[in-house]
């Protein structure tokens, strides 16, 4: 394409604007209204666990706010939250936790989560007079946080609380590392079998244990703020664990909207949606519910299309993807349970969210360091590939030598359908080395691209290789990681125009993609989900609830990636160009 225009004009409905969907007669525009009109009756979403207030090592663009986490809910179409306070662990437990009640009054949706802790220490009440001044404020849910307070949950001085707890089912929120470990949460939860517990900010990797533990303990309760494990809720709900699964965000640290997707885009029955979304909290807090549900009415398209459990009505591209084997469901590790990890899986959940194209790389080749065997998976995982999708190839100048890769680099490459460059930090050796560079320059020579995970706390690499290959167009991943990481990628983007800025992560930080977006533009930001480690509807939903105009969303989603693969476009099977991308 010659330019974005053109690019816009031949691929996307969105052009046609909400007004002349509303006004403009004919089958197209008809169809394409009902496809984004709301549906008859909106999913209450009750948020579990928000966190606002000061923190230590906080970057200057890190959200904190109440302000900050009512915008968020709103835009996000959240009816309530329950809300904590950073102070209630941070500083006087009972002063925080009763400034907190004051500060949430003006707010019916807003209900306060307070920090206990046993009283023998004179700094928080007793039992009995905790239970009457709960209720003087309508608190139903605590935290508890025995590692960061500096208390024994299981020692003799903590039973009165405990059993305060357990006998009244107060709904309790808590983390592994809090309870002590793994181990001792099991403890926890045999020995109080009547609290109803949310254990908070489970990570994908931490999945076996999860899993185990909530087929033993039915009083144990999960949500998905950092498990964004794939087909989660599918896999969950199948296994009969649908009452134990809590939406809850982190917010305002987290996107919403990233949370909200993987339960929109689920593929469940609507009941159970309803349950993860507030249904279940409503029931462990004995009927506390916001008093209504909450739309937001200025919403985009691409918004109502999640709502709605639709595919997004303009091209999707993902920029970071791995494949496993067909039929199977993980890849060894700590914790790499990855629910239909292998191509038929993955390109149904492609389809299910409007993903037309892409690039994936193998997961034995980049993460388990068996780089033949991995190119040869991304082969017979684009033998089967629906139109739009490409390859990556990993090499390892670690485990061959120079001459061997001289052979296998253009081997590989010989398909055409593999146009990526993919090392990783696990082969030991930094990417400027000498060893990468036969592979750099082949790339160089041949229009490739590469996607740099960087084996560095910084971005040396990336910017070495801008510097010398300015022909390759070089894909800072995991971009949006974090505050940090941003600075990091928009100082590299600033210097060199062949570098773009993938963003994917588990940590999802509210409003980083905007302040990347206030700092360098929106036309070198790329979705990228790192599917399926992490499923990919909280990285779309990220993006699709970010506050950014329609057009900067559509260029993130899709049509920066042109940019990125356009030179390699003139070499590539038709099959394997997005239909967005062809001339």
């Not at 997004?312 to 790499?336: F, W």
């Not at 120079?402 to 359908?417: G, N, T």
């Not at 971005?459 to 290959?469: F, Q």
Request: hydrophobic share 40%.
């Amino acid at each position: 394409y010659k330019s974005r225009r053109e690019f816009i004009k031949k691929n996307s409905i969105t052009l046609l604007g909400t007004t002349v969907l509303s006004t403009t007669s004919g089958s197209l525009l008809a169809s394409t209204a009902d496809f984004l009109a709301p549906q008859t009756k909106d999913l209450m979403f009750f948020d579990a666990f928000a966190r606002i207030g000061p923190r230590r090592y906080k970057h200057p663009g890190e959200k904190w706010k109440l302000e900050d986490l009512i915008k968020e809910l709103n835009h996000c179409s959240i009816s309530g939250a329950l809300v904590a306070s950073t102070l209630s662990l941070s500083y006087d437990a009972m002063y925080s936790n009763l400034e907190l009640s004051t500060n949430l009054k003006p707010y019916p949706n807003l209900f306060a989560i307070w920090n206990v802790l046993p009283h023998h220490t004179n700094e928080c009440l007793p039992p009995v007079q905790l239970k009457q001044k709960m209720a003087e404020h309508n608190v139903r849910a605590v935290t508890i946080h025995p590692a960061s307070n500096g208390w024994d949950w299981s020692a003799e001085s903590s039973q009165e609380l405990m059993k305060y707890l357990n006998d009244n089912k107060i709904f309790t929120i808590t983390t592994v590392s809090e309870i002590g470990g793994w181990k001792e949460l099991n403890e926890f939860l045999g020995r109080y079998k009547s609290i109803p517990l949310l254990v908070s900010g489970i990570s994908w990797g931490e999945q076996r244990y999860a899993i185990g533990l909530l087929k033993d303990h039915p009083n144990m309760h999960i949500s998905f703020d950092r498990l964004q494990i794939n087909e989660g809720l599918e896999f969950l709900y199948k296994r009969g664990h649908i009452n134990q699964l809590i939406f809850a965000t982190d917010a305002p640290t987290m996107s919403v909207g990233a949370h909200r997707t993987y339960i929109d885009y689920a593929d469940i029955p609507d009941d159970a949606k309803a349950k993860i979304a507030g249904g279940n909290l409503v029931r462990l807090l004995g009927g506390q519910r916001p008093p209504k549900v909450h739309t937001n009415k200025s919403e985009d398209i691409l918004m109502t299309a999640v709502r709605n459990g639709k595919p997004l009505p303009v091209p999707v591209i993902d920029m970071h993807m791995h494949m496993l084997h067909e039929g199977i469901n993980g890849a060894g590790g700590t914790g790499y349970h990855m629910e239909n990890g292998g191509p038929k899986g993955i390109f149904k959940m492609m389809e299910r969210i409007g993903c037309v194209g892409g690039g994936f790389m193998s997961w034995n080749g980049v993460v388990s360091n068996d780089s033949v065997q991995g190119n040869k998976l991304v082969k017979e995982a684009l033998d089967v590939s629906p139109k739009g999708f490409w390859g990556l190839a990993t090499m390892s100048p670690t485990h061959y030598t120079q001459d061997e890769l001289a052979v296998m680099i253009p081997q590989v490459y010989s398909d055409k359908r593999i146009i990526g460059m993919k090392p990783y930090h696990f082969y030991g050796m930094e990417y400027h080395n000498p060893a990468y560079d036969i592979w750099w320059e082949y790339g160089s020579k041949n229009g490739l691209y590469g996607l740099i995970h960087p084996s560095r706390s910084d971005l040396l690499e990336v910017e070495k290789l801008a510097s010398k290959y300015p022909n390759v167009r070089w894909v800072i991943a995991h971009a949006g990681g974090s505050y940090k990481m941003a600075d990091m990628a928009i100082a590299a983007m600033k210097k060199y125009p062949n570098v773009f800025a993938e963003l994917t992560l588990t940590p999802v930080p509210l409003g980083v993609i905007e302040y990347m977006v206030a700092a360098v533009g929106d036309d070198r930001l790329l979705y990228g989900s790192d599917l399926p480690m992490r499923d990919p509807r909280q990285q779309l939903g990220w993006v699709v609830f970010s506050n950014l105009p329609l057009e900067s969303k559509k260029r993130i989603l899709g049509e920066n990636a042109y940019k990125v693969v356009e030179p390699c476009l003139k070499n590539m099977p038709e099959h394997n160009i997005p239909l967005a991308f062809r001339r």
